[in-house]
T-cell receptor, first 114, second 111 residues
Framework: EADIYQTPRYLVIGTGKKITLECSQTMGHDKMYWYQQDPGMELHLIHY???????EKGDLSSESTVSRIRTEHFPLTLESARPSHTSQYLC?????????????FGSGTQLSVL | LAKTTQPISMDSYEGQEVNITCSHN???????ITWYQQFPSQGPRFIIQ???TKVTNEVASLFIPADRKSSTLSLPRVSLSDTAVYYC????????????FGKGTKLSVKP
């Protein structure tokens, strides 16, 4: 079973606050991802990383930033939260094989910005 | 990246076999086909992956025809707990760098 952890599980915060969503994995996976998902909707890729010191933007501009200083840690930061950021944020990791990649997801962080 | 098309929703009853078909007409030579399951308020979970012909594990079977332009996820004897959204992904992450989820198929299993 995959070991990937996200904290907090739920977060309610006021507009304008800076927040960091944590994601850690203990599998030694090189690739890590952040997806955003609204209820009943598809997942949108917002950031990903190939490994330490690598960060890439995904298809959705979410006004967030990520860092990858350690293999196991891939935090997501919102500098100034807005109500439009209210969503579920899902972190994932994988062993980076060229073709048959398998993603392992965390349980997600449900963010509500008031 | 190959785009996928799946039915938006399907209904079934407990004990039935469910087949969900995914179309991926532009699949590339290096692409694998991967299916994930997602329950409400949880992250997707890997179910099965294949390249061609048939793959079977303890959860499901995956059928891929010779032209690889479609694939069918088969869930034997579904139960209420199989109610979830099922996603079909096709891609070569080695060259593109990411995997794209579509809208998925919402499966509702009724008693």
């Amino acid at each position: 079973e995959a070991d990937i952890y996200q904290t907090p599980r739920y977060l309610v915060i006021g507009t304008g606050k800076k927040i960091t969503l944590e994601c850690s994995q203990t599998m030694g996976h090189d690739k890590m991802y952040w997806y955003q998902q609204d209820p009943g909707m598809e997942l949108h890729l917002i950031h990903y990383s190939y490994g330490v010191n690598s960060t890439e933007k995904g298809d959705l501009s979410s006004e967030s930033t990520v860092s990858r200083i350690r293999t196991e840690h891939f935090p997501l930061t919102l500098e100034s939260a807005r109500p439009s950021h209210t969503s579920q944020y899902l972190c994932a990791s994988s062993e980076h094989h060229a073709t048959n990649e398998k993603l392992f997801f965390g349980s997600g962080t449900q963010l509500s910005v008031l | 990246l190959a785009k996928t098309t799946q039915p938006i929703s399907m209904d079934s009853y407990e004990g039935q076999e469910v087949n969900i078909t995914c179309s991926h007409n532009n699949i590339a030579t290096n692409d694998y086909i991967t299916w994930y399951q997602q329950f409400p308020s949880q992250g997707p979970r890997f179910i099965i992956q294949g390249y061609k012909t048939k793959v079977t594990n303890e959860v499901a079977s995956l059928f891929i025809p010779a032209d690889r332009k479609s694939s069918t996820l088969s869930l034997p004897r579904v139960s209420l707990s199989d109610t979830a959204v099922y996603y079909c992904l096709v891609g070569d992450s080695g060259s593109q760098g990411n995997l794209i989820f579509g809208k998925g198929t919402k499966l509702s299993v009724k008693p």
